[in-house]
C-alpha cells in the first residue's frame, strides 16, 4: 500500500537504489514514484519535499535526489542521460567522477545537483572508457577525453 495514500501519511524516503519508500516499504507502482520525482523541492535550507498543490510531505534523500536510468548516445555523438523524473539532459562530462564504492556520479538540472548513475547505465557509460597510464578516461566527440576523477564522499 506504500504511496497509495496522502504524501502525508508517513516518512518518505528516496534510496541510493532509484526507488521511492514510505515507511521503508517500497513504493512499487511507477506512476506514483514519477510523479514523487517530479514534483521535488529543495527549500533554501537544504531540505527536501515534495510539493503537489496543497500536499507538502517532506523526504529524506539518501544520497542524491535524482539517479541516471539509462544512457543514450556515443562518444562521437555525445551521450544523454534520462533521469528518473522523466527528464533528459546532455551528460556534463566534466563533472564526471567515481566514488571509492565505484558509483559513478555527475551532475545535472543546469549544473544545480549531483546524480548518481544507477548500475546499467553506468555500465553502459563506462563500457566506452579508455584506460591511460593507470588513469580512466571517456572519449567525447573530436579528441576530447573526459578523466574520471575520484569523487568527494558525502
Known amino acids: 500500500m506504500a504511496g ?4 502525508e501519511s508517513g516518512e518518505i524516503r528516496f ?57 543514450d548516445g556515443s562518444p562521437a555523438a555525445g551521450f544523454t542521460l534520462a533521469l528518473n523524473d522523466g527528464s533528459s539532459e546532455p551528460l556534463d562530462a566534466g563533472s564526471l567522477s567515481l566514488a571509492p564504492d ?3 556520479y555527475s551532475h545535472a538540472k543546469e549544473g544545480r545537483h549531483r546524480i548518481r548513475f544507477l548500475r546499467a547505465p553506468q555500465m553502459e557509460l563506462l563500457a566506452h572508457a579508455d584506460e591511460d597510464a593507470g588513469a580512466y578516461f571517456l572519449p567525447g566527440p573530436g579528441a576530447e577525453r573526459w578523466p574520471l576523477r575520484s569523487a568527494e564522499v558525502h
Not at 512499487?28 to 529543495?42: D, K, T
Request: no cysteine.
Open 102 to 104: 565505484h558509483v559513478l
Open 15 to 71: 534510496g541510493k537504489d532509484g526507488r521511492w519508500y514510505s515507511d521503508d516499504e517500497w513504493i512499487e507502482n511507477p506512476r506514483i514514484a514519477l510523479l514523487f520525482s517530479r514534483h521535488l523541492l529543495q527549500r533554501e535550507d537544504g531540505s527536501w519535499w515534495i510539493v503537489m498543490g496543497d500536499e507538502r510531505a517532506e523526504v529524506v534523500i539518501e544520497d542524491t535526489p535524482w539517479v541516471v536510468v539509462r544512457v
Open 4 to 7: 497509495f495514500w496522502s504524501i
